[in-house]
């Protein structure tokens, strides 16, 4: 079966570095999206990776390994916004797109 | 102007009752879709129209029914609901479909609960 994998919470201070991991087991590889959703409110898309390596992004940045069937989302000086759930998706050969349960980051003054 | 809207933002429906939840995008795109959002699990892809013809159907139940009249709009019929059934309900749009490749815009979604 196809699976994303991501921590269900992590917790991180204000001004400070977090990693949100995302691991895939998919029929497949076309990409991989990061969206953020804040509470009560609509995914917004973030990221999109298909090659390996670093993609930045003002204070956020995304990473992807196909090998490891891998990626992360860093975000840097972190702010109280940046509090939301972060969506992990992954596009599999039949250009279906998987999405993981998200993470809630929670950030703490 | 918000690219993709929702109505209701909120619903609170019986077992027995009949409603409707409406979507509108602003943005041009061909492709639309329905997703069901429960609490902690992933999204789950309901339905996709693209140039107002349904693309995939994923084995949902026949109390959920679509309608895209055209390509700015797309309903989602209710009817003889589960509680099971309660979630946020989230339409998206991409410019076009080529089995969900491009990036997709969310509305806000429905907060649907079934008593």
């Known amino acids: 079966g196809q699976n994303i994998d991501q921590p269900t919470e992590m917790t991180a201070t204000e001004g400070a570095i977090v990693q949100i991991n995302c691991t895939y087991q998919?029929?497949?590889?076309?990409?991989l999206f990061w969206y953020q959703q804040h509470a009560g409110e609509a995914p917004t898309f973030l990221s999109y990776?298909?090659l390996d390596g670093l993609e930045e992004k003002g204070r956020f940045s995304s990473f992807l390994s196909r090998s490891k069937g891998y990626s992360y989302l860093l975000l840097k000086e972190l702010q109280m916004k940046d509090s939301a759930s972060y969506l992990c998706?992954?596009?599999?050969?039949?250009?279906?797109?998987?999405w993981g349960a998200g993470t809630k980051l929670i950030i703490k003054p | 102007e918000t690219g993709v809207t929702q109505t209701p933002r909120h619903l609170v429906m019986g077992m027995t009752n009949k409603k409707s939840l409406k979507c509108e995008q602003h943005?041009?795109?061909?492709?639309m879709y329905w997703y069901k959002q429960s609490a902690k699990k992933p999204l789950e892809l309901m339905f996709v129209?693209?140039?107002?013809?349904?693309?995939e159907n994923n084995s949902v139940p026949s109390r959920f029914s679509p309608e895209c009249p055209n390509s700015s709009h797309l309903f989602l019929h209710l009817h003889t609901l589960q509680p099971e059934d309660s979630a946020l309900y989230l339409c998206?749009?991409?410019?076009?479909?080529?089995?969900?490749?491009?990036?997709?815009?969310f509305g806000p979604g429905t907060r649907l609960l079934v008593l």
């Open positions: 998206a749009s991409s410019q076009d479909f080529s089995g969900g490749a491009e990036t997709q815009y």
């Open positions: 943005l041009g795109h061909n492709a």
């Open positions: 129209y693209s140039l107002e013809e349904r693309v």
């Open positions: 998919t029929s497949g590889f076309n990409g």
């Open positions: 990776n298909v």
């Open positions: 998706a992954v596009r599999d050969s039949n250009y279906q797109l998987i």
